[in-house]
């Protein structure tokens, strides 16, 4: 079993990296696979609170980074109607992110666009680290169950550059992208969709 401190630092790293790192799940999974005697709780909730932390990390990064260096005061404004419109919806926000965490979909897009609203990351972290505790005991205890009664070959595990992972990570890049070009406001105002423009009037202060 590997060192839980190597494990932390692991998974940390990849939920830093902003794309097209293989998925928590997926790793733990294969610890799991491999040491079918692991402790499922203590693992998950290493992987979590490493997960959750590498998080938050890359939320601030995209904060200090994107929004601040390569968003314009326009940009800036637009995700600001995003950031409004959830500050009296805290709770909801709160439960999007916990359930969004039983899923084993990528949550870096996630993180990216929550932070690129300046929103403040402690309404989301524990219920994040919640859902990740339970989904990736799960996938520990699944991995873990299946090596005790299944003849392990080392083709078992595939890949994370695999067709479905590739795809996915390009389409969620890509919801990121229509995140910053919508016009929020007239969405969230009008309820009508456009695309923020270059020279709109309504985006003038």
Not at 86 to 115: H, W
Not at 132 to 152: C, E, G, I, M, P
């Amino acid at each position: 079993m590997p060192e839980l401190a190597i494990v932390f630092a692991t998974v940390y790293a990849l939920n830093v990296v902003p794309a097209f790192a293989p998925p928590t799940w997926m790793a733990l999974s294969i610890i799991g696979f491999e040491h079918p005697t692991v402790d499922v709780g203590e693992l998950a909730l290493v992987g979590a609170l490493a997960a959750t932390a590498g998080r938050l990390t890359l939320a601030r990064l995209a904060r200090a980074i994107v929004r601040q260096r390569f968003f314009d005061e326009r940009h800036r404004r637009n995700v600001d109607a995003v950031k409004e419109a959830l500050e009296g919806r805290r709770t909801l926000t709160a439960g999007a992110f916990l359930l969004y965490a039983f899923t084993p979909f990528p949550s870096n897009v996630l993180f990216i666009a929550y932070g690129l609203t300046s929103l403040p990351m402690r309404s989301v972290a524990v219920p994040f680290c919640i859902g990740r505790f339970l989904s990736y005991s799960f996938w520990v205890y699944s991995a873990s169950t299946a090596a005790r009664h299944l003849v392990r070959q080392p083709e078992d595990a595939e890949s994370y550059l695999g067709v479905w992972f590739v795809v996915s990570q390009c389409v969620f890049l890509l919801l990121l992208y229509v995140f910053a070009k919508i016009d929020w406001r007239r969405l969230l105002h009008d309820r009508s969709l456009h695309w923020l423009g270059g020279n709109d009037e309504r985006d003038a202060p």
